[in-house]
């Protein structure tokens, strides 16, 4: 620990022997270096809240005694929609000391949160996708991370932060951390929190550069971690969302509204703010289905998620975009579809088919009478009508009387000279 970082903890354990009443969610006198202030409030429904439209998830489901923790920069517990009882004190692993993770210097964990569980405030669209959810602060950096990588965290102050949060109740753990390293410790504590039937969510990582699938980014990338890229409000990857097998399905990320510590709040972009909208879709369906294991709630948000540009399973969007309604009211089974039988093609009846053979020989002689039938009365007719006109000419032939031939003229007609003819013609 460098002498600053020890300066500061001094600072801090001073301040609260001599300042013992100082609010658990304020940061201690010396533990912000620079503290974030406070955002002007935003008053609409932000897009995420639309699409995902919380209105309609809520009347099905709010998270309810699901405990979801986040590691991150801490959770500002005094935000106005982050009220008493919805963040516990949880723990602070950044600085040394028995300190909580209930307060933020930077608005990082506090936005993340906020996406999770911030309750219903009058005059104010924004609200939690899991508005009922309580959460677990475990702080493990004081930075803004807002590029979301691991490089700038100590990888075992990251794993101490996971373990804590596994043995403490957790049901749901956020990390909106990545980053390319692969630590031994942080997989450990992963698979540590796996293995304790916790559903572990991670950012996908903001260093996409192009188009092409990249490498595997951590700890999005290690086994039972459902790993989550961001979208905009078209539905478009966020151009720096990664792309590559650590992708599991994508959320909002891009101009997403979330709180800022000391108040107010603040629009945000990354996969740090589209992690948490995964894992408030995992308390719902915990609350909802608590009889689940972790694998299975995972297996439920990628079977519900909305088709995304990429086609099912790509590299850029996973299972597509989440779907927190379908989540928790489409009714799954767990067995696939039963096989078609093979087609079997009944044996004829003897009896049966001579009835047809006798059916359709009498329909072809019918046929043929009729038609017969049909021309004999026609001539019949025709003669009769002829032999009517016959008798009512006295039986005399009847032939056209034509009108007499006029001699031929040599000359045209006197009147049809327009001037006296000549002398000679006189």
């Not at 950012?203 to 290690?222: C, H, R």
Request: net charge negative; aromatic share 6%.
């Amino acid at each position: 620990m460098t002498g600053g970082r020890l300066a500061a903890v001094a600072v801090v354990a001073a301040a609260l022997v001599v300042h013992p009443g100082v609010a658990a969610a304020a940061p201690p006198p010396g533990a912000c270096a620079d503290p974030a202030p406070a955002s002007p409030t935003v008053t609409e429904v932000p897009w995420a809240q639309r699409t995902l439209d919380t209105k309609t998830v809520h009347e099905h489901g709010t998270g309810a005694g699901v405990l979801v923790a986040v590691v991150d920069s801490g959770v500002d517990a005094d935000h106005p929609q982050l009220p008493p009882g919805k963040v516990q004190p949880g723990q602070d692993f950044f600085l040394v000391g028995d300190l909580p993770g209930s307060f933020d210097c930077v608005s990082h964990g506090t936005g993340v949160a906020s996406i999770i569980a911030a309750a219903a405030m009058p005059g104010v669209g924004f609200t939690g996708l899991a508005p009922d959810a309580t959460i677990l602060p475990v702080r493990i950096s004081e930075s803004d991370m807002t590029d979301g990588a691991t490089q700038a965290i100590d990888p075992e102050v990251l794993a101490r932060g996971i373990w804590y949060a596994a043995d403490h109740g957790a049901r749901v753990l956020n990390l909106s951390v990545a980053g390319g390293l692969d630590n031994h410790y942080v997989r450990d504590a992963v698979r540590y929190a796996v293995e304790k039937d916790v559903v572990v969510v991670a950012a996908a990582g903001n260093a996409q550069q192009g188009t092409a699938p990249g490498p595997a980014s951590y700890p999005a990338g290690y086994d039972g971690v459902l790993g989550v890229g961001a979208v905009d409000m078209t539905g478009t990857r966020l151009p720096s969302s990664q792309i590559g097998p650590q992708v599991d399905l994508v959320a909002p990320g891009a101009g997403v509204l979330s709180a800022a510590r000391a108040g107010g709040h603040q629009y945000r972009d990354g996969t740090s703010f589209a992690a948490p909208f995964v894992s408030a879709t995992a308390a719902l369906v915990r609350a909802a289905w608590p009889e689940l294991s972790a694998p299975e709630v995972v297996q439920r948000i990628l079977a519900t998620a909305s088709p995304a540009p990429g086609g099912r399973d790509s590299a850029a969007y996973g299972a597509g975009l989440v779907d927190p309604y379908r989540a928790l009211t489409d009714g799954l089974v767990s067995t696939g579809p039963a096989a078609v039988p093979a087609v079997r093609r009944p044996v004829p009846d003897p009896a049966q088919l001579r009835l047809a053979e006798w059916w359709d020989d009498s329909t072809s002689t019918a046929w043929t009478i009729a038609i017969l039938t049909g021309a004999v009365v026609a001539l019949g007719a025709a003669t009769a009508l002829v032999l009517v006109r016959v008798r009512r000419g006295g039986w005399q032939p009847r032939r056209t009387v034509l009108p007499a031939a006029e001699p031929p003229r040599d000359d045209l007609p006197d009147e049809m000279f327009v001037v006296p003819p000549p002398p000679v013609e006189r």
